[in-house]
């Protein structure tokens, strides 16, 4: 299995098709949820899926839900969007990469897939997510 660091495909068709709203006020909740190396996420990824996702000491399925710190801006002609880092405390977690997905309690559908270059793990301490700079260089979510 393989995680591959991506914006998802279907995300991209879903944003133009008016699925997305990551404006000031939305009421759209989106989720990181983490995975092991036994995943297999890519840009193919369609939607939220427990194959291969974490099972550990305070982490629950589905993961946590986001914050987003940086509402959609543009510098010059990219367009971004970010969130706030994540933290499972007092947690037992051992996680090769994460999915954002809009949950929405029925498609779940796939923003991006994060791969974290390594396994990362907590043992009865803070795991964190913590997400780039909200720039045009390194936010989360950029579109060119």
Same mark, same amino acid.
């Given at each position: 299995?393989?995680?591959? #660091?991506?914006?998802?495909? &279907?995300?991209?068709?879903?944003?133009?098709?008016?699925?997305?709203?990551? /404006?000031? !006020?939305?009421? #759209? #909740?989106?989720?990181?949820?983490?995975?092991?190396?036994?995943?297999?996420? =890519?840009?193919?990824?369609?939607?939220?899926?427990? !194959?291969?996702?974490?099972?550990?000491?305070?982490?629950?399925?589905?993961?946590?839900?986001?914050?987003?710190? #940086?509402?959609?801006?543009? +510098?010059? +002609?990219?367009?971004?969007?970010?969130?706030? *880092?994540?933290?499972?405390?007092? =947690?037992?977690? &051992?996680?090769?990469?994460?999915?954002?997905?809009?949950?929405? /309690?029925?498609?779940?559908?796939?923003?991006?897939?994060?791969?974290?270059? *390594?396994?990362?793990? &907590?043992?009865?301490?803070?795991?964190?997510?913590?997400?780039?700079? =909200?720039?045009?260089?390194?936010?989360?979510?950029?579109?060119?």
């Amino acid at each position: 299995m393989a995680i591959t #660091q991506s914006l998802c495909t &279907s995300f991209k068709v879903n944003l133009l098709n008016g699925l997305f709203n990551f /404006g000031e !006020g939305t009421s #759209q #909740q989106f989720y990181l949820a983490l995975y092991t190396n036994e995943a297999d996420l =890519s840009a193919a990824t369609t939607a939220y899926t427990s !194959g291969g996702e974490v099972v550990g000491t305070n982490y629950d399925a589905g993961g946590k839900r986001l914050t987003i710190n #940086q509402t959609p801006v543009s +510098t010059g +002609t990219t367009a971004f969007v970010n969130f706030d *880092s994540l933290t499972w405390t007092s =947690s037992t977690i &051992s996680a090769r990469g994460a999915l954002i997905y809009l949950h929405n /309690g029925t498609t779940n559908p796939a923003v991006a897939v994060l791969d974290f270059g *390594s396994e990362k793990a &907590s043992t009865g301490g803070d795991f964190t997510v913590t997400f780039p700079a =909200s720039n045009v260089s390194n936010a989360i979510i950029r579109i060119a």
